[in-house]
């Protein structure tokens, strides 16, 4: 067992008790945190920790704050492959979507896949993300990235089969075969992925869709209510709401990541609220396609578990969870008409805790405290915006003052992915050389 001792100015635990140790130190043996508290504890000697583990490194961040890494619970990572091309359509809409993004879609290749994958990771480490949520096919070119990365993901194998019998036999054996290929995976989750209910995922797909995630123990990852195409279906084809109609197919049974839900009826919180959903709020998205506001506040005020996540950066454009934060707090404010009508400790629990408890693992990540994995990220106190001490508490400062460029240091499992402001496990920049070539080969095709 190697123990590392890490010594910041200030140390955020996101924990029950709000504890901030200003300055403070967390130490970390192997892949788990064995000692978080004030700098003071340690006494004169670094030699061991205060519980008589013996270090065996000491990084010494003054000048930073250490937290907990950042969980982006929605997340299409080859799709920066599209970057800059969907910029007319609003991505929430099925004719947006299939102008914006199936038509280069249908010209795409899996060998396209790894260098967008790779540059994704790259830009979620770099922002300070340490766990994701994903959703896509190719996920045979995805995993092996996500793998090199050593980013934390559940991944899930997206299904679009429109009520083709084909299709959807052909969908549902690739998911199995996804499934089955990461069973074991100490960092991977493999889930499942039908794109939208009732809007390109039939009945017959639903029940096969449930049956898999039974099969492997498996969540389901969706889009939900983005312009109200599925309230509209269920409320002509079964005269109630897409939430009742799940219920009663039993779809709310399993855990469910529900991107956007924006337009999900009030009354319907309720039922949300009484099972394993999580509404993934991705403000920048929903403002680029001109889409509604969730009611964040609605929800959580019900017990509805909120999480964060960047979308596809062909909507986004950036993977930058501090900017998320920032605008789904203002977003909110400006639905409510209230100030500060989600406040910013609410704002970070969801970029932490509550994605760690939409992907079933709130007991190993999301805070910093004894036992829990070293999932955690450091951010430079000499940056422009933390002050005044006296003013602006840290919380407030994280969630409105700061952004992803302030991260210098993430650590994933007690191991570093980018240290003092470099990467450890994957090469950005050619990765970002292989996917300009991707795209202009991607270009070229449409063109022919």
């Not at 959903?277 to 506001?293: D, E, H, K, L, P």
């Not at 994933?412 to 003092?420: A, I, M, P, S, T």
Request: with cysteine; glycine share 10%.
């Amino acid at each position: 067992m190697r123990t590392t001792l890490i010594l910041a100015d200030a140390v955020v635990a996101l924990d029950a008790g709000d504890t901030i140790h200003r300055p403070g130190y967390v130490a970390v043996a192997d892949e788990r945190i064995v000692g978080i508290g004030p700098r003071a504890a340690l006494g004169g000697s670094l030699s061991f920790t205060p519980d008589g583990l013996p270090v065996d490194e000491i990084v010494d961040l003054q000048g930073h704050l250490v937290m907990p890494g950042l969980v982006n619970a929605h997340a299409h990572t080859p799709m920066v492959l599209f970057r800059g091309l969907a910029e007319a359509y609003s991505l929430f809409t099925w004719e947006g979507w299939y102008n914006g993004i199936r038509v280069w879609e249908e010209v795409m290749d899996g060998g396209m896949v790894p260098p967008a994958v790779a540059v994704s990771c790259a830009e979620m480490i770099r922002t300070g993300t340490t766990c994701f949520a994903d959703q896509y096919f190719y996920m045979d070119r995805v995993t092996p990235v996500v793998r090199q990365s050593g980013l934390r993901a559940c991944l899930a194998y997206g299904i679009v089969e429109m009520g083709d019998a084909g299709a959807r036999e052909r969908e549902i054996a690739s998911a199995t075969t996804f499934l089955e290929s990461v069973q074991g995976d100490g960092r991977i989750k493999g889930w499942i992925g039908p794109h939208a209910f009732f809007v390109d995922n039939s009945p017959e797909a639903i029940e096969l869709e449930l049956a898999l995630a039974d099969r492997f123990d498996a969540g389901l990852h969706i889009h939900l209510a983005t312009s109200g195409e599925e309230e509209r279906h269920c409320q002509a084809t079964y005269g109630r709401s897409a939430v009742q109609q799940m219920a009663l197919l039993g779809i709310l049974d399993r855990p469910l990541l529900a991107a956007h839900s924006i337009t999900i009826p009030e009354e319907d919180f309720p039922t949300l609220a009484a099972h394993p959903f999580t509404a993934v709020i991705a403000g920048s998205a929903c403002m680029r396609s001109g889409a509604g506001i969730a009611a964040v506040r609605g929800m959580r005020d019900v017990g509805v578990n909120t999480a964060l996540g960047t979308d596809n950066v062909a909507n986004n454009n950036s993977y930058d969870l501090f900017n998320e934060m920032q605008t789904t707090a203002k977003l909110a404010a400006q639905r409510e008409q209230t100030p500060n009508v989600v406040k910013a400790r609410e704002i970070l629990e969801m970029a932490t805790a509550g994605g760690a408890l939409a992907l079933g693992l709130d007991s190993q990540i999301g805070s910093l405290e004894v036992g829990k994995l070293a999932d955690l990220i450091s951010l430079d106190l000499k940056e422009i915006g933390w002050g005044p001490a006296g003013g602006q508490d840290l919380y407030t400062a994280l969630v409105y003052s700061v952004n992803g460029s302030y991260v210098r240091d993430v650590m994933v499992d007690g191991q570093w992915l980018f240290r003092d402001g470099a990467w450890t496990t994957l090469d950005y920049q050619g990765a970002c050389r292989e996917l300009d070539a991707a795209c202009r080969e991607l270009m070229a095709r449409r063109k022919s």
